[in-house]
């Protein structure tokens, strides 16, 4: 089983608004990820959780903020967004094998910041 | 400066021919390549890996080719499926990063039936 799930789906919110995007995995894998990926571009990594805690922030500005409650749950709070944020949110996981890590992705939210 | 590319950013193929995907890198310190296979409205799929102390790697009618002088690696898949249209990401991992991947811009494939 190499499922990571990500909910929801799609989400609309207004630039006011305050909104969680969730990932689960039960793969027991200790590194996750937040991705960024807008149309027809490569998905751009925004943060790593390593053994539930934070050891990679790409500059994400702070209207983004990650949480990792347990080894298998990763949110990604979202306040205050703009339209420029409007993308797909992208949660993946891995597990070191063989000294390198395959990441497995979730299927995604589709977020559009009105 | 991007540190992986895939210059071809689409690639039509008729189906049961081969389909060749091709990725350049910069970065010397890469030492792991991965393909994944996107769907729309999908995540990434991981499709096959490549660690640099070898040159091939093959998985049923997928193989991945490394040149490490060339800096410079391939996705062969044959015969190709119609099944097989989506886009390509090719990524990479350096040492002492491995918790880290680095995205080619994507190669749409479209196989013809």
């Known amino acids: 089983d190499t499922e990571v799930t990500q909910t929801p789906k799609h989400l609309v919110m207004g630039m006011t608004n305050k909104k969680s995007l969730k990932c689960e995995q039960h793969m027991g894998h200790r590194a996750m990820y937040w991705y960024k990926q807008k149309a027809k571009k490569p998905p751009e990594l925004m943060f790593v959780y390593s053994y539930e805690k934070l050891s990679i922030n790409e500059s994400v500005p702070s209207r983004f903020s990650p949480e990792c409650p347990n080894s298998s749950l990763l949110n990604l709070h979202l306040h205050a967004l703009q339209p420029e944020d409007s993308a797909l949110y992208l949660c993946?996981?891995?597990?070191?094998?063989?000294?390198?890590?395959?990441?497995?992705f979730g299927a995604g939210t589709r977020l559009s910041v009105l | 400066d991007q540190q992986v590319k895939q210059n071809s950013p689409s690639l039509s193929v008729q189906e049961g021919r081969i389909s060749i995907l091709n990725c350049d890198y910069t970065n010397s310190m890469f030492d792991y390549f991965l393909w994944y296979k996107k769907y729309p409205a999908e995540g990434p799929t991981f499709l096959i890996s490549?660690?640099?102390?070898?040159d091939k790697n093959e998985d049923g009618r997928f193989t991945v080719f490394l040149n490490k002088s060339a800096k410079h690696l391939s996705l062969h898949i044959v015969p190709s499926q119609p099944g097989d249209s989506a886009v390509y990401f090719c990524a990479a991992s350096a040492v002492g990063s491995a918790r880290q991947l680095t995205f080619g811009s994507g190669t749409q494939l479209t196989v013809l039936p």
């Open positions: 993946a996981s891995s597990q070191e094998l063989r000294g390198v890590d395959i990441q497995y």
């Open positions: 490549i660690s640099s102390i070898k």
